[in-house]
């Protein structure tokens, strides 16, 4: 059906070297030693600065280095080195896996994380690959690094640790940009989208369809205060697309695209039936500042996960559990933050700790090693906290949770609440406490059963609600499809209920409680929902996974491709289908109705890559389109990263997407590979098209689409992430393209 498509690049184009003056490159470390002036600052590594076993070049030697989990080399000068253009470097290991940060020492400050391969993904083991980050354009999100007292460069090994060996480190002085016209895309009905870098001369720009020439009457340029190192020129052409050969070719810039339009899809918009779209589906959890609230357009923001189940905030105290070695440590003030998330413009969603026992300082330790010696793992950054596993797997017998807690009860909770100076709009009960047993084996070892989890969320809920009689209760915050139908002690616990599932046994006990004391405790069923098919390999195929995935939130037809799809575990209709949000809609309904449903905890499954970005837009439309309440991502999108420009184009800079659905309806829906989301507002339509075929156009003839002036964004594309926006006019809507892997926002002005 869909024609065979083809995007072909024909030429790469001039490089040339501009007038410059010189200022020395820096050197960090050549042969044998580190320059003059240069600290040994790395921790928990093995390091042979004269290692001559590997060696870039002939002579001389490199250095070799084994990190273990989360350990450096890093280095630092003695004085600053601001107003470099690079770093280079040769490196050689199997693919290592390496997070790049420059910091400043004085000022605590540190670039964005590069991770190594987002520079390569081709550096191998006896043989050195020489990689240059621009720092004008760090790579992964092309932004700056910007000016500041950078004085300390540190390569952090990833859980698994790292083994390579590095050479030829300096900080460069100039980086010549290569002028490159980077792609040419059509776009809507008669734009030309031409991504470059560097002084390209685009004047003699030609561009034909089907061999006829079309004239260019206009041409635009933006260039990203954020990601300046490349540019988009938008063409308006006289004349609009149709179905066949684009050719844009660049005499200049020495660059032919090829583009094959393809047949339209029909489709109709039809902005009367409409429902409203909840703001709150627009949440992450740890939002960074005040900036990026309003950058992205965050309308909620959730103080979670595990590490607040045992935050104490009689101190600001707190212990992550088996996520770190059971160490407590300090914590942000809950109160302060929820204020300053406010001010922002921002909705918040507090956790509320649930369980008996709250963090009692930020030094203590559940697993010593001089208590338990015989432990799987220690941490890296402190010898003597262990991981409370023994070396066969089994847990440690718990210690005495007053070494490291002191107890927690609903009334510390009211008290608390009551006397908090910001008050939050939602609170959660807890996080994900019906698998403590693993998470905070420390102080909770026992299973958590159904009848100690309801008990729980009615306790702390009343109390909250005494406390703040306004606030919205969330819960259970269930970790995953698992959870959600039996507990962690098993399926007699399910039988102990008459073999009913456990979250339709929750929502008919809180309807119960609300029948016996007249109060309504829960608002919002929670849950947590994490893609459960393996994306991890991150070859074409997973991508193409990643992106087909999201029809798990909505479409009964779609068998889950995890075990999910092959081993119903439940008693629920369509076990095969996650079908999420109609799922959980009807089950609320069946058993106690008038329940919001949120989804505190989800993710892309890759914040890095374009697909993650564009899986985000995909289900932040379909969150909108299927009515989910609220929803937060885990946890912080990158502001520049893929899955921040997803924010950034449906809430970017005080510009929304509609706050209520229009219908779509398409001869031939593809979920596989597009999306297609409409909204209306005050009779404007607003549009998100996702593409996420990797190199091939979509077409679009949609009915209803009024023509006339559109504020468009987009990123994404075969210029990889970066994001643009314009104003632009459709003069048809019976040819819209979408260019390969991009997502588009045109809102009607
Ligand atoms: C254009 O690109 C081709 C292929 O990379 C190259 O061989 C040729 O020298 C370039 N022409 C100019 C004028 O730079
Ligand atoms: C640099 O620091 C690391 C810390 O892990 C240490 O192992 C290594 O011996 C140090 N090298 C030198 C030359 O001081
Ligand atoms: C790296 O260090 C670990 C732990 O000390 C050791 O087991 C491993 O053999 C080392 N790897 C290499 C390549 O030296
Ligand atoms: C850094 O400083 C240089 C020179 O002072 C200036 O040209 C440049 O724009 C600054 N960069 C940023 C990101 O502020
Ligand atoms: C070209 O586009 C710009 C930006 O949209 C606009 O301001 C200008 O009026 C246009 N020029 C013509 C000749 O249409
Ligand atoms: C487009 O180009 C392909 C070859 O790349 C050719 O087979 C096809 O006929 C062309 N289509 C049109 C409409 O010219
Ligand atoms: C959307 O916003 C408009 C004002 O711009 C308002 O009149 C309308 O009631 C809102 N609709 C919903 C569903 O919130
Ligand atoms: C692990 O070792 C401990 C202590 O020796 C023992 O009590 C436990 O049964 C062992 N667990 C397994 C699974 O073998
Ligand atoms: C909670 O703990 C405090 C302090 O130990 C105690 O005074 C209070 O009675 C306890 N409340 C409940 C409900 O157990
Ligand atoms: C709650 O009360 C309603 C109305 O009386 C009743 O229909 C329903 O069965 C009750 N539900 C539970 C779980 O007690």
């Not at 070396?391 to 210690?399: A, F, I």
């Not at 016996?516 to 929902?529: A, I, N």
């Not at 996420?692 to 994404?716: E, Q, W």
Request: glycine share 8%.
């Amino acid at each position: 059906m869909t024609p065979k498509l083809n995007l072909l690049r024909l030429a790469v184009c001039v490089a040339f070297t501009a007038i410059h003056t010189v200022k020395a490159d820096l050197a960090i470390y050549t042969d044998g030693a580190l320059a003059q002036g240069w600290e040994n600052w790395s921790w928990s590594s093995d390091i042979n600065f004269a290692a001559t076993d590997e060696r870039s070049g002939t002579s001389g030697s490199s250095m070799s280095v084994n990190s273990s989990a989360y350990a450096a080399l890093s280095v630092k000068l003695e004085g600053t080195f601001p107003g470099y253009a690079g770093l280079r470097f040769d490196i050689a290991g199997a693919q290592p896996d390496l997070s790049i940060t420059i910091q400043s020492t004085g000022d605590n400050d540190q670039s964005p994380t590069i991770s190594l391969s987002t520079i390569s993904k081709t550096v191998v083991d006896g043989t050195f690959s020489s990689l240059l980050i621009d720092f004008n354009n760090l790579p992964g999100t092309g932004s700056q690094l910007g000016n500041d007292t950078w004085d300390r460069l540190t390569f952090q090994a990833g859980g698994n640790g790292a083994v390579y060996h590095i050479d030829n480190i300096v900080l460069v002085d100039e980086i010549v940009t290569t002028p490159e016209v980077l792609s040419a895309e059509p776009l809507t009905d008669h734009y030309v989208a031409v991504t470059t870098q560097g002084a390209v001369d685009l004047s003699d720009i030609k561009v034909s369809l089907n061999g006829k020439a079309i004239k260019i009457v206009n041409f635009t340029t933006y260039t990203p205060v954020d990601t300046p190192s490349k540019t988009i020129t938008y063409l308006q052409l006289a004349s609009t697309f149709s179905q066949g050969n684009l050719t844009v070719s660049s005499a200049s810039g020495n660059a032919t695209f090829t583009t094959v339009l393809p047949a339209v899809q029909y489709g109709s918009i039809v902005q009367q039936v409409s429902t409203p779209i909840n703001p709150h589906i627009y949440g992450v959890n740890f939002p960074t500042s005040a900036s990026y609230i309003q950058h992205l357009g965050v309308t909620i923001s959730r103080w979670g996960g595990n590490a607040v189940t045992a935050y104490n905030p009689s101190g600001d105290f707190t212990n992550a559990g088996s996520d770190w070695y059971f160490e407590n440590r300090g914590s942000d003030s809950a109160d302060d933050w929820v204020g300053w998330v406010g001010a922002a413009g921002s909705d918040s969603l507090l956790t509320v700790p649930a369980l008996d026992w709250v963090s009692k300082d930020t030094t203590s330790y559940s697993y010593p090693k001089e208590m338990y010696p015989d432990q799987q793992k220690f941490d890296p950054y402190k010898d003597d906290a262990g991981n409370g596993i023994l070396p066969n797997g089994s847990y440690v017998t718990p210690p005495n949770p007053n070494n490291v807690y002191t107890p927690w009860n609903t009334s510390l909770a009211k008290t608390w609440l009551q006397g908090l100076k910001n008050k939050p709009l939602m609170v959660a009960i807890d996080n994900e406490i019906e698998i403590a047993s693993g998470t905070h084996q420390d102080m909770h070892p026992q299973s958590m059963g159904y009848d100690e989890e309801l008990a729980r969320v009615i306790a702390f809920g009343t109390a909250a609600k005494e406390a703040l009689p306004d606030v919205l209760v969330v819960a259970p915050s269930t970790c995953s499809w698992w959870f959600y139908w039996t507990s962690d002690i098993g399926y007699s616990d399910n039988a102990a209920h008459n073999n009913i599932d456990f979250l339709p046994w929750f929502l008919t006990q809180m309807q119960a409680h609300e029948n016996s004391t007249g109060k309504r405790v829960l608002d919002y069923l929670d849950l947590h929902y994490y893609f459960a098919p393996d994306t991890g390999a991150n070859d074409a195929a997973a991508k193409a996974l990643r992106l087909r995935m999201t029809r798990s939130l909505w479409d009964t037809t779609y068998v889950d491709e995890s075990w999910i799809g092959s081993n119903p575990q439940n008693h629920q209709w369509n076990p095969t289908s996650v079908n999420f949000i109609p799922r959980f809609k009807t089950l609320i309904q069946i058993n106690y109705p008038g329940t919001k449903l949120s989804i505190s905890e989800w993710d892309s499954s890759d914040d890095t890559d374009l697909t993650g970005g564009l899986v985000t837009v995909d289900v932040l439309g379909i969150f909108g389109k299927y009515g989910l309440d609220s929803a937060t991502y885990w946890v912080t999108p990158d502001e520049l990263g893929p899955v921040g420009l997803a924010y950034w184009l449906f809430r970017g800079y005080g510009t929304y997407f509609a706050n209520a659905t229009a219908q779509v309806n398409l001869a031939t829906p593809l979920p596989d590979t597009q999306g297609v989301y409409a909204g209306t507002q005050n009779g404007k339509l607003s549009l998100v098209i996702v593409n996420k075929n990797p190199d091939t156009p979509i077409s679009f003839y949609l009915a209803n689409v009024p023509t006339g002036t559109y504020f468009a964004r987009h990123f994404g594309g075969q210029a990889g992430v970066a994001k643009w926006q314009t104003t632009l006019s459709l003069k048809i809507n019976t040819y819209l393209v979408v260019p390969a892997y991009t997502a588009l926002f045109l809102q009607q002005q």
